[in-house]
């Protein structure tokens, strides 16, 4: 339902825009005459793993398999006539899991809304914006973080870092990782898994001294 939704409302405007926009830039360019796949097969997830600590690779695959996800985890194209468009939609797609290696983004919900909030400020494809919408659906707590910490960092990294559909990412991936952070232009966030790590851990912490004054009464 949700890829649907990204491609009916990503026509007639939305993803002709993203096609110029790589059509007006070199490797963009290239991209569209190379029409690279990211999948299982074309990118080795063995290859991968042996990749040195630190490349976005080996953070690409730890990723993976930390997620249990696999890069063929993506959805085809159905519903965009224009194949070019219907190639454009499919790249970004199957960009989507590298950009949360690229910000340690995990794949809970507050990690994904933070994730779509980027890519609406760097794409403007109405679906990912129409996902962070989702925020409201997030607890209290993760609200406040969403609003406060991950909000202002999507929109200021998604406006000011290039545009990602122009990344030629298989070229990257053995690249330090925060190098390749850096000449995009992304600011890495919070760490989102530590940070649900701490908080669950002083909330168990805290019950147990509840416990323990109750016992002590």
Known sequence: ???????????????????????????????????????????????????PDGSLGRAYADWLDREGVTADSREGVKY??????????QRYRESHDLLHALTGLPTVFEGEVALKAFEFANTLLPMTGLSTLAAVR?????????RTTYL????????????????????????????????????????LRETRSRLRALKRQKQQEEQEKRKAQ
């Open 138 to 146: 997030l607890k209290p707590a993760e609200r406040v973080r969403f």
């Open 152 to 191: 202002p960092w999507a929109l200021r990294n998604g406006l000011a870092s290039k545009e990602l559909i122009n990344v030629y990412w298989e070229e990257q991936l053995e690249r330090n990782v925060a190098d390749v952070r850096a000449d995009l232009g992304i600011e890495q966030p919070a760490d």
């Open 1 to 51: 339902m949700i890829a649907v939704l990204g491609e009916t409302t990503s026509t007639p405007y939305f993803i002709y825009r993203l096609r110029d926009a790589m059509l007006s830039d070199a490797t963009g360019r290239r991209i569209l005459r190379d029409r690279p796949r990211i999948t299982s097969s074309s990118v080795s997830p063995a290859r991968l793993r042996n990749l």
């Open 80 to 89: 965009i006539d224009d194949e070019e468009c219907a190639y454009v939609m």
